[in-house]
């Protein structure tokens, strides 16, 4: 359904000045890749059942379909029987869960992204030099929860400007921030300000905590938005960088902006009068969604896709280290 040059079909008179966008890049970055393989390389060496604390990624097809190959999905390590093997997901974990680990005696595969690992060690050295650290970032999210658990005694959580007013810190001097990878990168930066114009001397982080991908996509909306009556994406309800593409796309100009988990959710009324559909997907989102949702436009008299690009990806990220030494003790590295 995709194509950049596409050769022009007729179309009927009503459906001349359609078209579709879709943005560049969407879908798949490499932390979700990488902990979506992780799940099917381990059943593949160790045989079902391979246990998964929280959801690999947050998209319910991508845990739908391992399920089908015999991922046990867990929300706490009480389920996972002593000794077996489980994988921690792409949101990381606090030390508190490599212990339970432990003590149950469980073969763990952590397939936490290395940026988020990155946001773990950057809490670890604020709190090794005593800052109160302010992470901002949604509240009851895994991510927020394990980067927490590596410091709790020097991180409080902000979710946005109107929370700063109730921060309390031990020495004005001596406060940093940290945010959850996910964020919108607008409004993580009016909450920055924020907490800056209450300690002037805030430290920032050594580099953005917002992840490539994050933002990748974030930008990819924006261009395509502004040109858009109805921006449609594609991504799971608690997939954090998901619901913010359609507060971007909202944003940035788009006429109406819906997220769908697949084209069955798309309401033919948000069609009505529309011109111009933009189409985009989360990080957690196999591209076989996307491409379904091209279709169910197709079917309604959309013409084919023209990809708009903002970014070039090309980042991978190797897989995680027991896995890979697992791997090759068995010959299929
Ligand atoms: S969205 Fe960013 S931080 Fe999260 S898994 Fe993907 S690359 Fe890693």
């Known amino acids: 359904m995709t194509t950049d040059l596409g050769t022009p079909r007729v179309l009927p008179s009503d459906e001349a000045e359609r078209a579709v966008l879709l943005a560049?890049?969407?879908?798949?970055?490499?932390?979700?890749?990488?902990?979506?393989?992780?799940?099917?390389?381990?059943?593949?060496?160790?045989?079902?059942?391979?246990?998964?604390?929280?959801?690999?990624?947050?998209?319910?097809?991508?845990?739908?379909?391992?399920?089908?190959?015999?991922?046990?999905?867990?929300?706490?390590?009480?389920?996972?029987?002593?000794?077996?093997?489980?994988?921690?997901?792409?949101?990381?974990?606090?030390?508190?869960?490599?212990?339970?680990?432990?003590?149950?005696?469980?073969?763990?595969?952590?397939?936490t992204c290395p940026l988020v690992t990155k946001v773990h060690h950057e809490a670890k050295r604020f709190a090794g030099d005593d800052y109160d650290i302010l992470l901002i970032g949604h509240a009851g999210h895994e991510e927020v929860e394990g980067t927490a658990g590596e410091a709790p005694e020097h991180i409080q959580l902000v979710e946005g400007p109107a929370d700063v007013a109730r921060i309390v810190v031990r020495d004005p001097a001596k406060v940093a921030w940290l945010s959850q990878t996910t964020l919108s990168v607008d409004e993580t930066l009016e909450t920055v300000a924020a907490i800056r114009e209450r300690f002037p001397l805030l430290l920032d982080p050594p580099s953005d905590?917002?992840?490539?991908?994050?933002?990748?996509?974030?930008?990819?909306?924006?261009?395509?938005?502004?040109?858009?009556?109805?921006?449609?994406?594609?991504?799971?309800?608690?997939?954090?960088?998901?619901?913010?593409?359609?507060?971007?796309?909202?944003?940035?100009?788009?006429?109406?902006?819906?997220?769908?988990?697949?084209?069955?959710?798309?309401?033919?009324?948000?069609?009505?009068?529309?011109?111009?559909?933009?189409?985009?997907?989360?990080?957690?989102?196999?591209?076989?969604?996307?491409?379904?949702?091209?279709?169910?436009?197709?079917?309604?008299?959309?013409?084919?896709?023209?990809?708009?690009?903002?970014?070039?990806?090309?980042?991978?990220?190797?897989l995680p280290k027991e896995l890979r030494r697992d791997l090759k003790a068995a010959g299929r590295s």
């Not at 974030?218 to 359609?246: H, P, T, Y």
């Not at 971007?248 to 109406?256: P, Y």
């Not at 111009?276 to 197709?298: D, K, M, N, R, Y």
Request: glycine fraction near 8%; charged fraction near 25%.
């Open 24 to 111: 560049a890049p969407r879908g798949y970055c490499a932390g979700v890749d990488r902990a979506v393989v992780t799940v099917e390389k381990a059943l593949d060496l160790y045989g079902a059942p391979v246990y998964v604390r929280k959801q690999i990624v947050h998209n319910k097809h991508v845990v739908a379909g391992l399920e089908a190959r015999g991922a046990i999905f867990v929300e706490e390590l009480e389920e996972v029987p002593p000794g077996a093997t489980v994988v921690f997901s792409a949101h990381g974990v606090s030390p508190e869960v490599h212990r339970q680990a432990e003590e149950r005696d469980l073969k763990t595969i952590d397939a």
């Open 209 to 318: 905590d917002i992840c490539y991908a994050t933002q990748n996509r974030q930008l990819a909306v924006k261009e395509i938005s502004r040109d858009s009556d109805l921006v449609i994406v594609v991504g799971s309800g608690n997939s954090s960088n998901s619901v913010r593409l359609v507060e971007v796309a909202l944003e940035a100009g788009a006429g109406s902006a819906y997220r769908v988990d697949d084209a069955s959710e798309i309401e033919e009324a948000w069609l009505d009068g529309v011109r111009t559909v933009s189409v985009t997907s989360g990080a957690s989102v196999p591209e076989s969604l996307v491409q379904e949702v091209l279709a169910f436009l197709g079917e309604r008299g959309y013409p084919d896709a023209r990809a708009v690009h903002s970014a070039e990806e090309s980042l991978i990220f190797a």
